[in-house]
């Protein structure tokens, strides 16, 4: 079965910081990988995903996650962090060979950005 | 391009109730899934609709049941409403069922049961 482990359910980061945010997984297969952001009263917004190819990803608003196959993780990381980031981040993993188009969401980070 | 669309935004019912959430996909999308967020649980996975079809369905019970209509919009039934299925319904749709494309999620129905 597929899970998705966030650690640390809490961030906090200063005004440009470096914003790191871990995100490991199970997958009895190659598994999509997907980085979600949560603002409060709204639904999730999709910042970046991993399904086949290069390895780093690139997604919105600077944000960027790197897909380590031996690690099985796939970490969210922001060079700078900017008070808009404050919000909450979901992981999410799926695969097509046992759940079709299921994901499988992580509890969650909320990350807090102190100016 | 008009996003995902869910209806209502809130919704307050008693216990015993039954409620029917609505989703209307982005244009195009034929998959639509739909997920209950809750502090305690987080996001669970309710089940997935394709061409009129349920294709997957979560660990809930029987009361919770869903269909779709030919131009792709959903709806999801909570029927005997009780104090726990207070949440947020998250609809979701995606181009196909493939796994790798990705959800487009609207804002949510967050649903109050008193």
């Known amino acids: 079965a597929q899970s998705v482990t966030q650690l640390g359910s809490h961030v906090s980061v200063s005004e440009g910081a470096l914003v790191l945010l871990r995100c490991n997984y199970s997958?009895?297969?190659?598994?999509?990988l997907f980085w979600y952001v949560q603002y409060p009263n709204q639904g999730l917004q999709l910042l970046l995903k991993?399904?086949?190819?290069?390895?780093l990803v690139k997604g919105i608003n600077g944000f960027e996650a790197e897909f380590k196959k031996s690690e099985t993780s796939f970490h969210l990381t922001k060079p700078s962090a900017h008070m808009s980031d404050a919000a909450e981040y979901f992981c999410a993993v799926s695969d097509l060979a046992n759940t079709g188009n299921q994901f499988y969401f992580g509890t969650g980070t909320s990350l807090t950005v102190i100016p | 391009k008009a996003g995902v669309t869910q209806t209502p935004r809130y919704l307050i019912k008693t216990r015993g109730q039954q409620v029917t959430l609505s989703c209307s996909p982005i244009s195009g999308h034929r998959s639509v899934s739909w997920y209950q967020q809750t502090p305690g649980q987080g996001l669970q996975f309710l089940f997935e609709y394709f061409s009129e079809t349920q294709r997957n369905k979560g660990n809930f019970p029987g009361r919770f049941s869903g269909r779709q209509f030919s131009n792709s919009r959903s709806e999801m039934n909570v029927s005997t409403l009780e104090l726990g299925d207070s949440a947020l319904y998250l609809c979701a749709s995606s181009w196909g069922r493939q796994g790798n494309y990705g959800y487009t999620f609207g804002s949510g129905t967050r649903l109050t049961v008193v």
């Open positions: 997958s009895s297969v190659p598994p999509y």
């Open positions: 991993y399904t086949t190819g290069a390895t």
